[in-house]
């Protein structure tokens, strides 16, 4: 079977990290018979670079025409100083909005082998962990209105946080139903800051609404201050954490420390609507280390699993991934990011390369 893929490599570490994923991609569809055929295009500061904005139609269009998108990261300090509508992460804000991809699935699973780089103590995450944050990315303030005006006491910005109960309704129900088919603890935890902001109080208004279809799932409201902290105190009550656009980045980020480093997590961004949906770790472009072979791939790679059940219905490809990645991880091969001090490590091409010896069917 043929699939197509529209690769949006990006910028910093972007590169160096899908082209691990497109060998892995690569290596998976002569294991299965399968043939997976990816278009590269731009997106992000290496857009601007090209055409002077970050989403060029033509980088939407083939988006649109795929049946998955992989994505690396976007954004750098050579685009910093561009106006915000123009930086490399407005074009993968423009990505999202235009494919409608309002569902942001965040699993933060700690493995077993990396107990270790977990920074909590050990008897906190005993039984190893299972998280997934099921982040709203189409509305919320990313996307409001903004702007610059002059104040009573001089110039001031201004950023709206506004949400319909359209899309409150829509991601709730993507919570339960993820809730019902993990099959684990069947919890959603709502997280809001519903004791300040009047579009929380709509949020929770309508997620108690929606959360009368799903009997089978327990539903417990959050604020965000407090999941925070709850994330490092006791993160086993978590099953799935609904939330908002801003606090679902912010809380994603805690939780993937949780589970030894950002370099681990992926995600999905879906849409109900037909379009494609795209797979991308969650980390962004990391200058610090770009172009020194030392970022973790693994993120990436396991965006591709994600890309396989989710796109394409092909879950035995799916747990091909997940086994790999795990048995790499057991034999003791680490990334930087994910070693003890001291621990022997490898770079991007070569936790590759493990990954890919590893694939079996
Ligand atoms: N989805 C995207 O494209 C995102 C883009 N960004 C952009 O990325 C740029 C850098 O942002 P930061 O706040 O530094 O966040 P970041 O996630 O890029 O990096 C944060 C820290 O984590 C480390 N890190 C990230 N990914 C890693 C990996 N795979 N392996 C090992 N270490 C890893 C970095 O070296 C850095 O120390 C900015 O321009 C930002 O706007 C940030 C987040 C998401
Ligand atoms: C451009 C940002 C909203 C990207 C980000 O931090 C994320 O999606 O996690
Ligand atoms: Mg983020």
Redesign the pocket.
Known sequence: MKYKIAVIP?????PE?TTQAELVLARLGELFGHEFATTHVLA?GAAIDVFGEPLPDQTIEIAKESDAVL???????KW?GMPGHLR??AG?LKLRKSLNLYANLRPAILYDALKEACPLRADLVEGGLDILVMRELTGGIYFGEKGRREGPNGPEAYDVECYSEMEVERIARAAFEAARNRGRDKKVTSVDKNNVLESSRLWREVVIRVAAEYPDITLEHMFVDNAAMQLVRAPKQFDVILTSNIFGDILS?EASMVTG???MLPSASLSSAGMPGVY??????????AGKD????I??ILSLSMMMRHAFGLESEAATIDQAVKEVLEAGWR???IAKPGERTIGTKEMGRRIIDALKR
């Open positions: 990006g910028d910093g570490i972007g990290i992000g994505l690396g990261a976007v954004g750098g300090p910093d490399p992460e993968l980020d480093s950002i370099g991308e770790p969650i980390h962004g472009s990391a200058p610090d280390i030392v970022a973790n791939p993120a990436t990334t930087g990011d």
